[in-house]
């Protein structure tokens, strides 16, 4: 037998076990299922070397029981004591209980009643809150973020740690090894970590030769958390960096939407924050979340949901379906990256042709040419069941935000795209309360005001070579 024959031979056997492999994967798609194995079975070599590296999801071994060991290790989580005095779900709406039965699914968190919101207006407001409320802590600070510049807003946050640990207030700081390697390389880093403040690395890439051999160098920690005294948290899109983006400052600026909570939904962000913290610093944080947190008298009901690659297969997709088959008047949602499932796709278009008013916002210029091509292969099929479709024009349109029927907001990290519902960490907070609600609807109606409509004659006058492209990469969306 020759050797070429040998090689052949040996590939297809090798094919042949990777293909059953494939088939043989828990929690995944039919259609991912299937394109894998066309690709594995006409890319020699290479379709088996992609799937290796990117075609499961595992963050390895070790980290994964880290994690599981530091869950195991913290208190089970319950409310406030006094909600006694305003029952959580007696806040709620029947018809809406069934959303956060679905949060605590994900995230075995109650909805906690008694929290205050405000909807800050603007990115550098955010940054201006965040510092004056670090400034005026008394016990600790921790924060968590994807992309942490050092810029101008990136450094402001960095003094403000600084003046806190001087003081005697206990500071943790965690980023992303990817989003964040700029500030971790910078001196910035170094000199938090000399200032006495904690400094932590959220799946650190190491060596990326070696780092692909353990676990998928592209699953990131994509949360936004900020937790100050255990009673003041914020939730939202908005990463620590300005809102020019330097490193991407030709889609700028970046238009984001934050929300600054009080009250009881902190001690739940609380319980993010330190179980990510616990897996990459070696220190024991549990006796925090025994810490009882006031809540606020007519105070609104809400819920932090957090997923992820080890959270409950398909935990966000579920929780955005959910919401869209909640609507019965209204549906309005911003979101960058749009990538959907075939159940979140259908579940919009059913909302249309139920006769819901339902709006979907994206960024006219998305800083990913591939996604934004993915996400206009839909379009087509949303407009034709009535979805009313906008594209925002004053720069990169970075909000992650869904209002439904006046009542329900979900606000967060969390894209609409396959990457944040089976890769990323994810934190979101679910708020049933009209009056917070409006604000956040009327910030959705500037986002409108500052959009071009896209119709059905737009789509069809689209080029056939656009067309092309734009449905080859939306193939690969099962893939990638």
């Not at 960095?158 to 992303?176: F, I, N, P, Q, T």
């Not at 809102?243 to 700028?252: Q, S």
């Not at 984001?256 to 990459?280: C, K």
Request: charged share 20%.
């Amino acid at each position: 037998m020759s050797i070429t024959s040998i090689v052949v031979e040996t590939h297809i056997l090798i094919e042949i076990l990777v293909i059953i492999r494939v088939i043989l994967r828990p929690h995944r798609e039919p259609t991912s299922r299937l394109a894998w194995i066309v690709v594995i079975a006409t890319i020699p070599f290479v379709g088996i070397l992609a799937y290796l590296l990117l075609g499961e999801v595992n963050i390895g071994r070790r980290r994964v029981d880290r994690m599981q060991r530091v869950l195991a290790q913290l208190p089970e989580y319950t409310p406030p004591e006094d909600q006694c005095d305003h029952p959580t779900l007696s806040c709620i709406p029947e018809r809406y209980e069934h959303l956060f039965h679905v949060g605590k699914s994900i995230s075995h968190f109650e909805a906690a009643a008694g929290n205050q919101a405000r909807l800050l207006p603007d990115s550098n407001a955010v940054i201006d809150e965040m510092v004056r409320d670090i400034d005026a802590a008394q016990e600790h600070v921790h924060l968590l973020f994807y992309i942490w510049l050092p810029d101008n807003n990136g450094c402001k946050v960095v003094e403000a740690l600084k003046r806190a640990a001087a003081r005697g207030v206990k500071c943790r700081a965690m980023a992303d090894g990817l989003g964040s390697r700029l500030m971790i390389k910078s001196v910035h880093w170094r000199e938090m970590s000399q200032a006495g403040i904690d400094v932590a690395v959220a799946l650190p890439i190491g060596n990326p030769l070696k780092r692909i051999l353990i676990g998928r160098i592209d699953l990131r920690n994509h949360r936004k958390i900020v937790v100050i005294d255990g009673n003041i948290t914020y939730c939202g899109s908005q990463n620590c960096a300005d809102a020019e983006f330097l490193v991407k400052a030709r889609f700028a600026p970046w238009v984001d939407s934050v929300v600054r909570f009080e009250g009881p939904i902190a001690h739940q962000n609380q319980y993010l924050f330190i179980s990510d913290w616990m897996t990459y610093y070696d220190e024991d944080l549990s006796h925090l979340l025994e810490k009882t947190v006031p809540s606020f008298e007519h105070g609104l009901p809400a819920q932090v949901i957090g997923t992820g690659p080890t959270v409950r297969n398909s935990a966000m997709p579920e929780m955005f379906d959910a919401l869209i088959h909640t609507s019965r008047k209204e549906l309005i949602i911003s979101t960058p990256y749009y990538v959907p499932n075939e159940a979140l796709q259908d579940a919009l278009c059913a909302t249309a042709y139920r006769g819901v008013d339902t709006r979907i916002i994206f960024p006219a210029r998305n800083d990913s040419r591939f996604v934004a091509a993915a996400s206009r292969s839909y379009y087509q099929e949303l407009l034709e069941a009535g979805v009313k479709i906008y594209e925002y024009t004053g720069g990169l349109l970075h909000a992650k935000t869904l209002t439904l029927d006046g009542d329900i907001t979900l606000i967060g990290s969390a894209n609409m795209d396959r990457r944040s519902f089976d890769l990323n960490y994810e934190n979101n907070i679910l708020y049933y309360d009209p009056k917070m609600t409006t604000a956040v609807r009327e910030r959705q109606e500037q986002y409108l005001a500052g959009a071009n409509e896209i119709t059905l004659e737009d789509v069809d006058g689209w080029s056939m070579s656009r067309r092309f492209w734009n449905n080859t990469v939306a193939m690969l969306g099962p893939v990638l």
